[in-house]
């Protein structure tokens, strides 16, 4: 067995993803490897997408995530876009069926080049968000950064999409906050006894979110795909919005917006881009990687 696999640096709306192609193979990307491929600035990423090898009968893929911590992830939207894009300029096919530890994913390329991921349906109870306190109505907890009689944040909106997220809603830009100060304090919180992203959301209108994330595992991330899911929804159980909005996540450089459908059959499906940059060989077990020579996007006509 070789010891490198060939990997891909894409970009979610900004989010940073690296997908390695593990496919034929038994082992898998080690948490050495992923800290080491981090701490390179031109490797550094918020997760990795593996594939591997389908273990379900009718899925096209298992998907591995793992944060830039060397910890596993439950779900990645932004980069579930990103493996559906590179597999599709790989083979053609537009429709897919994936599988992660939080459950199965189907995701579509459409025509214009975005694609959708179906997250599946949204959690709750507060046990198994999870929280470490009882929460009736999860909608709005009892929580807050800043002193008690003028908190800087509070009350946030608490549901898992696959992972844990909390929803503070803001009335003003979300770039105004610092996110980088509070985002460890919050995601550490013994409320959240497997951690959680934090999200900060201001609503813009009935129909649109700005929101700004401290990703668990990551950090302060330029985009997160299942938190936009988290606010979206909120948003809609609150009152805030209806069911279908578009997110403007305040960090993406694209500033493409991503667009949130909580449909009436309970699941929610975002829509959004994903990009390639570039290709490269890595060691699995200890990030050692090497960059490819060519510069063409997979799919593209030769020159």
Known sequence: MSATVEFARMNGLGNKILVVDMRGRKDKVTPEAAIALNADAETQFDQIM?????KAEGTDAWIDILNCDGTKAQACGNGTRCVVQALSAETGQKVFTFQTVAGILNAAEHEDGTISVDMGRPVFQWDKIPLSEEFFDTSRIELQIGPIDNPVLHSPSAMSIGNPHAIFWV???????????????LENHPMFPEKAN?????VTSDASLRTRTWERGAGLTLACGSAACAAGVSAARTGRTGRKVTIDVATA?????????WREDDHVVMTGPAEWEWSGTVDPVTGAWQRDEAVEAPGAEAK
């Open 50 to 54: 593996a594939i591997h090898d389908p």
């Open 171 to 185: 009335d003003r830009d979300p770039m105004s906050f610092d996110l980088e100060r509070f985002g460890p304090l």
């Open 198 to 202: 934090i999200t900060l959301a201001q």
């Open 253 to 261: 450089p694209s500033r493409q917006p991503l667009t949130i459908e």
